[in-house]
């Protein structure tokens, strides 16, 4: 689950970690009354969505009057904001961050993450704040540093002394690195990040180390231990269907293709995106309905696929194994009863009762074209849709 970097900032300032103050606004009267309440005289008009590079997309404004706060909010709130991580569509900024401004002197990177080859978070650092890291990794590489952390031993004195060498601190700097590393380190492991980056993190003019901009990202699986970091969700920032998806524990992600799919096993439904692929088009998402899955669970899935305008044909490919071909094709005609069928249609069902499967969609008399093996079932869905178009 994401969250907003004012929420970010707050969670991190739960711990002790230096950010700069701020104010959220969800509205123009908001947003002056956060630019008042903070003082002058340079304040930060941010955007929030779920994205990076909104600076470069124009949803971060450095101003020096209330009045331009005031004008910038206006311009920001409702607008949709384009960058490299929200795709061509964009997304509507709903919500601002009002926050009083920093005197910059140097911008650093700093991010957590789980590192699954050691089993040990990951700390990874670099000169080249304020930079998308993957560019630097690309072009620069040599300037990422990365520091595993022993989760018996936690943050030590090595840790800080590598972060501070990477980033070449003086003792003063390397004096404040400890503490905010250690707090960072503990909010990660006690929120259960999986993702936790601050680019940038600034030494201001007046050599004070701060978190100017702050990404977390919680483990999914975690968050009923968290009720408080469940409550910050934002909806508005999700897919419709993902959200419904995730009322019935369906593994599901939007894509941008034309054909639905619903399988079970993620390795199998990434073999089924890459073999639509190979035949010409494109998978509209990706969906796992899980090893135990209901007829009532299988007949969402299919109606939150339906329910998305840009599918033009349905594969469903199932090798039944816990999962039953019958429980599946139960709620595939009863969803298709419910809601219609007004695209092609292909099964491919393999496993266990797949007999059973097999004719409970035969007896059914849908408009449903069978398929005997994978191949063969993309082949006839991306031959249907082309047909229907």
């Known amino acids: 689950m994401n969250i907003h970097e004012y929420q970010a900032k707050q969670v991190l300032r739960d711990f002790g970690v230096p950010v700069p103050r701020g104010e959220p606004a969800m509205s123009v009267d908001d947003a002056v009354k956060g630019a008042n309440k903070l003082g002058g005289p340079v304040w930060v008009v941010k955007a929030q969505i779920h994205a990076g590079g909104r600076g470069k997309a124009g949803g971060v404004k450095v101003v020096k009057s ?40 140097k911008e650093f990177y700093l991010s957590m993450l789980v590192d699954r080859e050691t089993s040990r978070v990951a700390i990874v650092v670099s000169t080249e704040g304020g930079m998308n890291i993957e560019e630097v990794a690309h072009e620069t590489p040599e300037k990422i540093a990365t520091i595993s952390v022993d ?28 503490p905010l590393l250690t707090n960072l380190y503990k909010a990660f492991v006690d929120c259960d990040m999986s993702l936790l980056e601050i680019n940038p993190l600034v030494v201001t003019k007046d050599k004070k180390l701060i978190c100017l901009d702050a990404k977390v990202d919680f483990d999914n699986n975690a968050l009923f231990l968290h009720p408080k970091l469940a409550a910050l969700r934002d909806e508005t920032e999700e897919d419709a269907k993902e959200i419904e998806a995730s009322k019935f524990d369906l593994n599901y992600i939007a894509l941008d293709g034309s054909i639905g799919c619903m399988v079970n096993g993620a390795g199998l439904a990434m073999a089924t995106m890459d073999i639509i692929k190979l035949y010409g088009m494109a998978p509209a998402n990706f969906l796992d309905v899980g090893g135990s899955a209901t007829k009532d669970k299988v007949a969402a899935a299919f ?5 998305d305008p840009n599918v033009k044909g349905i594969l469903v490919n199932i090798f039944g194994g816990i999962m039953k071909c019958d429980v599946i094709a139960e709620g595939v005609v009863a969803a298709v009863k419910e809601v219609g069928l007004k695209v092609p249609l292909v099964v491919r069902l393999e496993g266990t009762n797949v007999d059973l499967g097999k004719k409970i969609i035969a007896e059914s008399k849908l408009n449903v074209t069978s398929a005997d093996d994978l191949d063969d079932a993309a082949q006839k869905i991306v031959k249907a849709v082309k047909d229907a178009a």
């Open 66 to 105: 209330v009045d331009d706060v005031k004008k910038e909010s206006q311009r920001l709130l409702g607008s949709i904001l384009v960058t490299h991580q929200t795709g061509p569509h964009g997304k509507q900024v709903n919500r601002l961050y009002i926050e009083e401004g920093s005197a910059i002197d």
């Open 151 to 178: 989760p018996v031993a936690n943050i030590c004195p090595h840790h800080v002394r590598a972060v501070a060498q990477a980033l070449k601190l003086d003792a003063d700097l390397t004096k404040q690195m400890s």
């Open 303 to 307: 109606k939150i696929i339906t329910s």
